[in-house]
């Protein structure tokens, strides 16, 4: 039988036509590197992009290369996303906050011909250029009254751009040709690229715009950086649904983040929870209120209840978690506000939104026992969460490591619980979980419980080793006024079982983060590894 329908290719190229057509008058704002306030509109965006595709052509950019960003969230940002892809080459977005020896090996192993750089990253390129095997130009993004003195032979972006014609004919390839490369920020070995399709980056847009229309917003503000899983694939779904974008640049501090959402009335702010404990930190400071926001969509890592209280109670903001990795494009699951979610008393409202959500409509998730055996989705039995769905990677790029997948299913590395309604929470990272004679302690539980404490500003628990229970938690804080280890036991001490009271407290000065900002412990283990030793407890 033969179906009736077209055979159009999704392509991402399609993304910026449409809402340089349909949403011409939408707006991009930008806080510039360069300092001030850039703003245009989607159709500016698509004229600039055929220049830069123009530019690319020119500078010998060849479809199925590998092209390099190293920047912040603006406009240029944007329009290097769609020109690069759109002309069939490859945007590959690079984390500036890895190892230079990382950034060398990922640059080298994408085989990257051309880096596009921020004013900001240029040191970087060159405290490695000399080690880079594939780079045939750096361009920074920038114009030429601020071009950076510099021993690298750096060429200008609005110089390449300007002299070239704003028609560009984009060409036609299949849907599952390469558009975008990421490399997650593992913490142990050489960081892993995934290499995302048009297919599954406009299939993810589709999926993720639900959070956008689901609950009427239209003003979106990324935190989240682009060199970060794409910002969560939010520079796809704004043009997907035409909506006013705000990019913050490299202002993520408190106040700059105040001022931008305010003067543009964001109403959607995205990013991970150590950028909102800022900006609530600021916002306390200040007497300052959020009046456009409606939702912070928050994930990366688990938002505390004192922060779902705090950005409900202060200013009316309602906090939904989404959860995904660099291995899902990112989005697995949200927890958008429910029917039934609107009609309970607030307590029962933020222990649901505390979850991590349901899956977004083709992401499929089980979980899984240590032999692979799938364990029933009760809510209460916990295991290796495993995903599939047409845009979770099935391969790493151009490496034999498949111990993530199993028949099919990506092994996501997280443990986590499934309850009959699909409702999912994570437990832990697999590697973080401590196992304390037999028993499971969630850390994540454990260190969002003690930020309620009024004096903590971070927590970290790790599991040690420990002579009777094998392991036992040790919770690391920082703090913002004097307080005492009993102080933090005895808040705890009613809020978590007996048994998952942190064996002691440590005061430190600054919590190690990785390259994405979530709390690195592997060297924190190996520190106080034998910390607990010498104790019986
Ligand atoms: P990345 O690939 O760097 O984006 O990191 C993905 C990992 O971040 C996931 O496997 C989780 O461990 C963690 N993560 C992401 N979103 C959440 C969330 N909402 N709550 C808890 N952990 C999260």
């Known amino acids: 039988m033969l179906p009736t329908m077209m055979d159009t290719q999704l392509s991402v190229a399609d993304l910026i036509e449409y809402a340089g057509s349909n949403y011409s008058a939408e707006e991009i704002v930008s806080r510039c590197v360069e300092g001030g306030i850039h703003r245009y509109t989607y159709q500016d965006c698509l ?102 003195e510099s021993q690298l032979n750096l060429l200008c972006y609005e110089e390449l751009i300007e002299p070239e014609s704003d028609s560009y004919d984009w060409p036609s390839h299949r849907e599952d040709a390469p558009a975008a490369l990421c490399y997650t920020s593992g913490t142990t070995g050489n960081p892993k690229g995934v290499l995302y399709t048009h297919r599954s980056t406009l299939l993810h847009a589709y999926a993720a715009s639900q959070v956008l229309q689901a609950s009427a917003l239209n003003i979106i503000l990324p935190v989240v950086p682009m060199f970060h899983v794409c910002a969560w694939g939010i520079p796809y779904m ?45 916002l306390r400071a200040a007497g300052e209120k959020l009046t456009s926001v ?128 699909g409702m999912m929470q994570i437990v832990d990272r697999s590697k973080d979980v401590i196992k304390s004679g037999g028993e499971w302690i969630s850390s994540i539980d454990l260190e969002n419980t003690a930020l309620g404490h009024d004096a903590v500003s971070e927590a970290c628990v790790i599991g040690v080793p420990h002579p009777k229970w094998n392991e036992r938690p040790l919770l690391l804080v920082t703090t913002h006024k004097p307080t005492t280890k009993e102080s933090i036991l005895t808040f705890l001490a009613d809020k978590v079982a007996k048994w998952w009271l942190p064996d002691d407290v440590i005061f430190v000065d600054e919590l190690p983060h990785n390259a994405t900002g979530k709390l690195y412990k592997l060297d924190l283990r190996q520190q106080y590894q034998d910390h ?5 407890q």
Not at 95 to 104: A, C, K, V
Not at 532 to 536: A, F, G, P, R, T
């Open 294 to 421: 409606k939702r912070t969509l928050v994930g990366g890592a688990a938002a505390p209840l004192s922060m779902i209280r705090e950005f409900q109670e202060e200013h009316d903001v309602f906090l939904l978690h989404g959860w995904g990795m660099t291995e899902m494009s990112p989005l697995g699951t949200v927890n958008n506000m429910t029917s039934a979610m609107t009609k309970m008393p607030l307590e029962e409202r933020y222990r649901v939104q505390m979850k991590q959500g349901k899956p977004v409509f083709g992401v499929e998730l089980k979980i899984v026992d240590d032999n692979n055996h799938e364990l029933p989705k009760d809510g209460k039995s916990f295991g290796r969460l495993m995903a599939r769905g047409p845009w979770i990677a099935s391969a790493y790029y151009k490496s034999e490591d498949k111990s993530s997948w199993v028949d099919g299913w990506f092994d996501t590395g997280d443990v986590a619980t499934l309850s009959p309604d």
């Open 47 to 148: 004229r600039r992009t055929k220049k830069l595709a123009n530019a690319l052509t020119k500078l010998g950019a060849k479809q199925g290369q590998c092209i390099a960003t190293l920047a912040w969230n603006t406009y240029r940002h944007i329009e290097l996303y769609y020109a690069v892809t759109g002309i069939g080459a490859i945007t590959h977005t690079i984390n500036p906050r890895l190892f230079p020896e990382q950034i060398t090996y990922i640059v080298n192993h994408a085989e990257d011909q051309i880096v596009f750089v921020d004013l900001s990253f240029v040191p970087i390129l060159e405290k490695i250029s000399d080690d880079l095997t594939s780079v045939a130009h750096f361009v920074v993004m920038t114009d030429r009254a601020h071009m950076p």
């Open 532 to 536: 607990l030793q010498s104790s019986e």
């Open 238 to 282: 704004a043009t997907m649904v035409g909506c006013k974008l705000v990019l913050p640049g490299a202002g993520m501090d408190g106040q700059s983040l105040y001022e931008l959402i305010d003067n543009e009335q964001a109403d959607l702010i995205v990013g991970v929870p150590t950028v909102w404990l800022n900006l609530l930190t600021y």
